[in-house]
């Protein structure tokens, strides 16, 4: 009965190579995110999409492309891997509004 | 800019050792303010929201108290469990972000 659910925990690759990162949550949130953690553990928004839409767009490489089928499931697909890339990716998800963020359990994305 | 400053970075305590994690924002027109557990390998777990000052909430030896600058998280008796990176955030009013601080790290000590 997990709540905020992402697929792969862990991902090593090769500079390059393009990979996806998928999440879903079955909190009947309408709005769901993709937070980058870095090796300082500092957390910043990447996107965000409201029922679909995509209501919060930082300034993220567009080899970055999130994809939202519906409002419980979000992806991340990453083309042209770099070094760089090399982090923990959560998703979240919240109701609209005031309401606390609820988290996966992150990916950790290698990349040599 | 709206920012989130989280003090101290790091604090080692002895079990039973009370203590207190400061959470400072430059947001205006507060929509809330966020705490947040993280242990090594997992996401955040949500522990507390704080919507105006004076307000305060309590969950076992944990208690968040919120001013208009600032919020508190102060940890009575900690024990080794408590370990963990507690984060803040405050989301932001305009752009309905969440900004995070950068966390405090404890590490209580049997």
């Known amino acids: 009965d997990t709540a905020v659910s992402q697929t792969p925990k862990y991902l090593v690759t090769q500079m390059g190579n393009d990979k996806s990162i998928k999440c879903e949550q079955n909190?009947?949130?309408?709005?769901m995110y993709w937070y980058k953690q870095d090796s300082k553990k500092f957390l910043k928004i990447m996107f965000s999409?409201?029922?679909?839409?995509?209501?919060i767009n930082e300034t993220v490489p567009n080899r970055f492309s999130p994809k939202s089928p519906d409002k419980a499931h979000l992806n991340l697909h990453i083309n042209s891997l770099e070094l760089g890339d090399s982090a923990v990716y959560f998703c979240?998800?919240?109701?609209?509004?005031?309401?606390?963020?609820?988290f996966g359990n992150g990916t950790r994305l290698t990349v040599t | 800019e709206d920012q989130v400053t989280q003090s101290p970075e790091a604090l080692r305590l002895q079990e039973g050792e009370s203590s207190s994690l400061n959470c400072s924002y430059t947001?205006?027109?507060?929509?809330?303010l966020f705490w947040y557990r993280q242990d090594p390998g997992k996401g955040p777990e949500f522990l507390f929201t704080?919507?105006?000052a004076g307000e305060e909430k309590e969950k076992e030896r944990l208690k968040a108290t919120l001013t208009k600058k600032e919020s508190f998280l102060h940890i009575t008796a900690p024990k080794p469990e408590d370990s963990a990176t507690y984060l803040c955030?405050?989301?932001?009013?305009?752009?309905?972000?969440?900004?995070f601080g950068t966390g405090t790290r404890l590490k209580v000590l049997a």
């Open positions: 999409y409201n029922n679909k839409e995509l209501i």
């Open positions: 979240a998800s919240s109701q609209t509004g005031n309401s606390p963020l609820h």
């Open positions: 704080l919507y105006s």
């Open positions: 909190l009947g949130h309408d709005t």
């Open positions: 947001v205006s027109g507060l929509r809330g």
């Open positions: 955030a405050v989301q932001d009013p305009g752009t309905y972000k969440y900004i």
